[in-house]
């Protein structure tokens, strides 16, 4: 299968910064969509930022002109800039990535998400 791995997590003080990264591994073909998802306590998991594979992007309301997200398609890689961050920014952020992978001599569709990485807008 295709693993995601995300770093750069922490705790910042209202108004700073934090770059989070997604590195996906595995027999990878291809990566379509990459994506970060956060969810806060008591709330459902919602969508923050995706990038297509030509390096097209959107953005949730509530993080445009802050937050920026970009792909190193060399290295498998989606990163997250988090900009001017605020409290309501506290969350768990999840990367999701689809693509094809190898499997033996089958190529297959995969659709990952990673563990989660801890953000914590706090003074």
């Known amino acids: 299968q295709v693993q995601l791995v995300e770093s750069g997590g922490g705790l910042v003080q209202p108004g700073g910064s934090l770059r989070l990264s997604c590195a996906a591994s595995g027999t990878i073909i291809s990566i379509n969509g990459m994506g970060w998802y956060r969810q806060a306590p008591g709330k459902q998991r919602e969508l923050v930022a995706t990038?297509?594979?030509?390096?097209?992007?959107d953005y949730a309301d509530s993080v445009k002109g802050r937050f920026t997200i970009s792909r190193d398609n060399t290295k498998n890689t989606a990163y997250l800039q988090m900009n001017s961050l605020k409290p309501e920014d506290t969350a768990v952020y999840y990367c999701n990535a689809d693509g094809r992978w190898r499997n033996g001599n089958v190529n297959r569709p995969f659709d990952s998400w990673g563990q989660g990485t801890q953000v914590t807008v706090s003074s």
């Open positions: 990038i297509t594979s030509g390096g097209s992007t």
